[in-house]
């Protein structure tokens, strides 16, 4: 039962555009969202998060934006680099309950 | 400050074998979570320990099992190997339970089944 979904296993984008990658989870006692992004033959990183409390997070050139009534949230890259290239794992949690992780989207930025 | 990490990188057993995997927590860090990734798929909660007691469970049957030392390094042990088994287990550790924002993870281990 996969209570957080990224439906799109890729995505490729031009150096310099808006990457966005999307999240949808089921579960509506989830209150804290993150992403993580995962290098080859490195553990997953911690990049950004948000609470239930707020709709927009920023960090840099990372914003993740979470829209409740939709259960759906977006990290969005701007501008993307290609360092950037990675695969990125959105992750749920209700409190007192472990992370749920998505399948991951594998970005591309092509210079 | 060394990070979180693990041994053995790679590891190959056979069907009904067992395994232990093991993971060095970040300096400072008394939480460690343990995850199965299999292939295509997101990192998937196994357990996690906290000071040395298990804080917490997935749907993972119980011949996975696991340790936690006084030094916070922890074990990962699987018994009667299956196939699905095959997969990237990776540890994380926090400096509290609850703490997800400060969870740093390792390399994983990447264990094959035949």
């Known amino acids: 039962d996969q209570q957080v979904k990224q439906n799109s296993p890729s995505l490729s984008v031009q150096e310099g555009r808006i990457s966005i990658l999307n999240c949808d989870y089921t579960?509506?006692?989830?209150?804290?969202f993150l992403w993580y992004k995962k290098y080859p033959a490195e553990g997953p990183t911690f990049l950004i998060s948000?609470?239930?409390?707020?709709d927009k997070n920023e960090d840099g050139r990372f914003t993740v934006f979470l829209n409740k009534s939709a259960k759906h949230l977006s990290l969005h890259i701007v501008p993307s680099q290609p360092g950037d290239s990675a695969v990125y794992f959105c992750?749920?949690?209700?409190?007192?309950?472990?992370?749920?992780f998505g399948k991951g989207t594998s970005l591309l930025v092509t210079p | 400050e060394t990070g979180v990490t693990q041994s053995p990188t790679h590891l190959i057993k056979t069907r009904g074998q067992q395994v232990t995997l093991r993971c060095s927590s970040q300096?400072?860090?008394?939480?460690v979570s343990w995850y199965q990734q299999a292939l295509g798929q997101g990192p998937q909660f196994i357990f996690q320990?906290?000071?040395?007691?298990?804080?917490g469970r997935g749907n993972f049957p119980p011949r996975f099992s696991g340790l936690q030392f006084p030094n916070y390094s922890s074990e990962l042990n699987v018994n009667a190997l299956e196939l699905d088994d095959s997969a990237l287990y990776l540890c994380?550790?926090?400096?509290?339970?609850?703490?997800?924002?400060?969870?740093?993870f390792g390399p994983g281990t990447r264990l094959t089944v035949l």
């Open positions: 579960n509506s006692m989830f209150d804290y």
């Open positions: 300096s400072g860090h008394n939480t």
């Open positions: 320990y906290y000071r040395e007691e298990e804080n």
């Open positions: 948000i609470s239930s409390i707020k």
């Open positions: 994380a550790s926090s400096p509290e339970r609850g703490d997800t924002d400060t969870q740093y």
């Open positions: 992750a749920a949690s209700a409190p007192g309950y472990a992370l749920n």
